[in-house]
């Protein structure tokens, strides 16, 4: 009995590995918790008004007052979150052929707002989003404001200058990456947003359900790009995804769940629109390979 067993290499590494994804797990959790806190939009809560955002133009109608007929939800209404979502994403299609950066940024912005509170895995995906978004409205509003209006100008601008990085060599200081690199990752997590949405509100009784569809949906869409580390985390993150009803009920507040499942079909349409669009500017111009 006198040998002393040391603990092979593994086991140290894993003694000491899994307090620590433990650790980050709870930090990401604690973090969702905290931005979904901040939220105005409760599962019961009225349609969201955030503090700081423009008020939104109320369109004259021409009858006279009357109840507004309930053709649709809140949600998708002209104060509603995925109504909120879709009107930038709508517009930034405006420009025939092109993208129009300001308010493709403007639909990411209220697509985080959206996906934040509704759980820690889309939490963990759009706190990314959120800085490569504020890193693309300093340029769009920036001293080169003038070749960052749309996605065709600023491609072209940034090829003339020189300014894009070689195809798949990631820029020593991500905060230098190119508007257009920071563009193409923005639009690989706008994929998976729209797959995982899509699925979430065509989901059948016994089928899968709505982790396992957006966890597939990251697979396809953005775990090829990430390390393998960052993968883990997220595979993780997805078991303590919300179950359907609740999205749902999350995604449209008061809505009855056929409504809420119509109105989240529409977002992910819309989020297509958007998603092919670009990924064809994208392709055109050989962009699909920066990172
Ligand atoms: C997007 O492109 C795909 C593939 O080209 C196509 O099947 C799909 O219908 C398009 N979606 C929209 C909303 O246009």
Same mark, same amino acid.
């Given at each position: 009995?006198?040998?002393?067993? *040391? ?11 899994? $307090?620590?994804?433990?650790? &980050? ?7 969702? *918790?905290?931005?979904g ?12 008004? $955030?503090?700081?955002? +423009?008020?939104?133009?109320? *369109? ?12 649709? $939800? ?7 979150m ?15 052929? @092109?993208?129009g950066?300001?308010?493709?940024l403007?639909?990411? =912005? +209220?697509?985080?707002?959206f996906?934040? $509170?509704l759980?820690?895995?889309?939490a963990?995906?759009? =706190?990314?989003?959120?800085?490569k978004?504020? +890193?693309?409205?300093?340029r ?21 200058a ?6 798949g ?5 991500? +905060?230098?990456?190119?508007g257009? *690199? ?5 639009h ?8 995982c949405?899509h699925?979430?509100a065509?989901?059948?009784?016994g ?8 966890? @597939? ?9 990430h390390?393998?580390l ?15 009803? =609740? ?13 809420? =499942? ?5 977002? &992910? ?22 990172a």
């Amino acid at each position: 009995m006198g040998v002393a067993v *040391r603990p092979p290499a593994l086991r140290h590494w894993f003694s000491h590995s899994i $307090p620590l994804a433990i650790f &980050a797990l709870l930090l990401l959790y604690l973090s969702a *918790r905290s931005l979904g806190t901040r939220s105005c939009c409760g599962p019961r809560a009225q349609p969201c008004v $955030p503090g700081g955002t +423009a008020p939104f133009q109320v *369109r004259q109608e021409s009858g006279p007052l009357e109840a507004p007929e309930r053709k649709q $939800p809140p949600c998708v209404g002209p104060r509603g979150m995925l109504g909120r979502m879709m009107r930038p994403f709508h517009a930034n299609l405006k420009p025939e052929g @092109d993208v129009g950066l300001s308010p493709y940024l403007a639909g990411w =912005r +209220a697509l985080v707002e959206f996906l934040t $509170p509704l759980g820690s895995v889309f939490a963990f995906a759009t =706190r990314e989003a959120f800085t490569k978004v504020t +890193a693309l409205e300093a340029r769009v509003h920036g001293p080169d404001a003038e070749h960052y209006w749309s996605l065709a100008a600023m491609a072209a601008w940034e090829q003339r200058a020189g300014l894009l990085e070689q195809p798949g060599a990631a820029p020593r200081d991500p +905060a230098r990456s190119s508007g257009s *690199r920071t563009l193409l990752l923005l639009h690989r997590a706008l994929r998976w947003s729209q797959l995982c949405l899509h699925r979430v509100a065509t989901g059948t009784l016994g089928g899968p359900d709505a982790g396992v569809q957006c966890s @597939d949906a990251y697979r396809a869409a953005l775990g090829p790009h990430h390390p393998w580390l960052v993968r883990q985390t997220a595979r993780l993150a997805f078991l303590a995804f919300p179950g359907r009803r =609740r999205l749902l009920e999350l995604a449209c507040p008061g809505a009855t769940e056929a409504e809420a =499942r119509a109105a989240l079909v529409r977002a &992910a349409g819309t989020l297509e629109d958007v998603y092919n669009r670009t990924q064809s500017l994208l392709a055109e111009r050989g962009l699909l390979q920066l990172a």
